[in-house]
Nanobody, 119 residues
Framework: VELVESGGGSVQPGASLKLSCVAS????????MGWFRQIPGKERELIAT???????TYADSVKDRFTVSSDDGARTLYLQIDSLKSGDTGVYSC??????????????WGQGTRVTVSS
């Protein structure tokens, strides 16, 4: 499985971005995907997840402004980010959890896409 993110960039506070994560190679019909971000000086954190059943979860820090979705036909994962703040600056990565059960680990990772929020 190869994951490639895109959609990051430099934006002003209040703007929106939609990040994409395209999967290629062998892809699983049943999947559990996650979006992570690493803010400078902090550890990488899991901010959103989505499963092939459509269930989503969000970290408390982002749940009012971030929306995760997927297009199975396009094998693409999305992260819509609204009302961007300077504190959202960081590198955003997608990853696939294998297996989806509680014992699974995020085994496949993209290279990340950088988001910079600055006035």
């Amino acid at each position: 499985v190869e994951l490639v993110e895109s959609g990051g960039g430099s934006v002003q506070p209040g703007a929106s971005l939609k990040l994409s994560c395209v999967a290629s190679g062998y892809t699983h019909i049943t999947y559990c995907m996650g979006w992570f971000r690493q803010i400078p000086g902090k550890e990488r954190e899991l901010i959103a997840t989505i499963g092939s059943n459509g269930d989503t979860t969000y970290a408390d820090s982002v749940k009012d402004r971030f929306t995760v979705s997927s297009d199975d036909g396009a094998r693409t994962l999305y992260l819509q980010i609204d009302s961007l703040k300077s504190g959202d600056t960081g590198v955003y990565s997608c990853a696939e959890r294998i297996p989806c059960s509680s014992g699974g680990v995020y085994a496949y990772w993209g290279q990340g896409t950088r988001v910079t929020v600055s006035s």
